[in-house]
């Protein structure tokens, strides 16, 4: 009987144990943040989007939010421009990129290379 009692006393605190691996988050692939740097070629007010181009010629959509934070300008819609040298830190879930924080570093200093040519 006391065999009896200790093997189910071990099932029970197995299964608590188990059930607590369960309870405990685990981080995803999605729950990490990113980097990339590049220049602003769109910004849409209405979608909360702007396009950043790398400098491997890569277009990314990136969407923001309020809770988005600015370094060197007041928000995205209100200081950061069209053709704006910009480091976006940013979420990835199912393909869609949400910036975290965006660092406006100016205009892009390739442009004014060009001009100068």
């Given at each position: 009987?006391?065999?009896?009692?200790?093997?189910?006393?071990?099932?029970?605190?197995?299964?608590?144990?188990?059930?607590?691996?369960?309870?405990?988050?685990?981080a995803?692939?999605?729950?990490?943040?990113?980097?990339?740097?590049?220049?602003?070629?769109?910004?849409?007010?209405?979608?909360?989007?702007?396009?950043?181009?790398?400098?491997?010629?890569?277009?990314?959509?990136?969407?923001?939010?309020d809770?988005t934070?600015?370094?060197?300008?007041?928000?995205?819609?209100?200081?950061?421009?069209?053709?704006?040298?910009?480091?976006?830190?940013?979420?990835?879930?199912?393909?869609?990129?949400?910036?975290?924080?965006?660092k406006?570093?100016?205009?892009?200093?390739?442009?004014?290379?060009?001009?100068?040519?």
């Amino acid at each position: 009987m006391l065999h009896r009692w200790k093997l189910y006393l071990g099932l029970l605190c197995g299964l608590v144990a188990l059930s607590l691996l369960g309870a405990v988050p685990r981080a995803s692939a999605d729950d990490f943040t990113h980097m990339m740097d590049g220049v602003v070629k769109h910004i849409d007010k209405d979608t909360k989007t702007m396009v950043v181009k790398t400098a491997d010629g890569t277009e990314h959509t990136v969407k923001y939010t309020d809770k988005t934070a600015v370094e060197g300008a007041k928000d995205v819609e209100g200081g950061v421009k069209e053709g704006s040298h910009v480091s976006v830190k940013y979420t990835e879930e199912g393909g869609e990129k949400t910036a975290v924080g965006v660092k406006d570093l100016g205009k892009d200093v390739d442009k004014g290379a060009d001009k100068m040519k």
